[in-house]
């Protein structure tokens, strides 16, 4: 049982280059989340979702976009690079009250 | 609006001392509110929870907290720091629907040998 995963780990982008950041769990939780962490900010919410091919804004969603095809994953995708979002960014799950998270990509745009 | 409060950005203790960090919430209902901690470079680990019943709550790592309704405070305690306790600590609020979670801006714990 390997819980939430995300890859990659650490990454570098240019100022207007895309990626996607992978999140998967295997716990069957049907809640699922994006958190950016920022020094002295906390974590903040970007996206969620509960269940499959349902999905939501959270606090700061702008420049990002995310899916839910399956139960099991829940993809970032950034369109645009921006220098703004320099972040470690975490993933999570939840069955029913209780989140649980992923280890988390740190991002850099230069 | 829902809101966490942890009033120390960081905090430095001795080993074997002991430990009180500070979150105060505000919430119209009942809060069901949470301890994580974040050791360097890795991901958030919940140590504990209090959605109701008794009001100290045992977490995982001899932590436990004790939620005061009269001061709208959910404060962690540990009763003798190791140094691995090291770490940042964050407290949260669960947040309207889908279980989201409101967080405070951490607190970074040091432990001096």
């Known amino acids: 049982n390997a819980g939430v995963t995300q890859t990659p780990k650490f990454r570098i982008l240019k100022i207007g280059q895309s990626m996607t950041l992978q999140c998967t769990q295997d716990m069957n939780h049907n809640y699922m989340y994006w958190y950016r962490q920022d020094p002295g900010m906390g974590l903040k919410l970007i996206y969620y979702?509960?269940?499959?091919?349902?999905?939501d804004k959270g606090e700061v969603p702008n420049g990002y976009n995310v899916s839910r095809s399956t139960t099991e994953d829940f993809p970032l995708r950034l369109e645009l690079a921006a220098p703004s979002q320099t972040s470690v960014y975490f993933c999570?799950?939840?069955?029913?009250?209780?989140?649980?998270f992923g280890p988390g990509t740190r991002l850099t745009v230069l | 609006a829902q809101s966490v409060t942890q009033p120390d950005i960081h905090i430095t203790v001795s080993e074997g001392a002991s430990l009180e960090l500070r979150c105060n919430y505000s919430y119209g209902a009942t809060p069901y509110l949470f301890w994580y901690v974040q050791s360097p470079g890795q991901g958030l680990q919940l140590l504990l929870k209090y959605f109701s019943g008794d009001t100290l709550v045992q977490g995982i790592k001899g932590f436990e907290a004790e939620f005061k309704r009269s001061q709208s405070s959910f404060n962690l305690r540990k009763p003798s720091v190791h140094w691995s306790d090291a770490a940042e600590y964050f407290c949260a609020v669960l947040t309207g629907t889908a279980s989201k979670l409101t967080f405070g801006t951490g607190t970074r714990l040091q432990v001096t040998l």
């Open positions: 979702s509960v269940g499959a091919g349902i999905t």
């Open positions: 999570a799950s939840s069955r029913i009250d209780t989140q649980y």
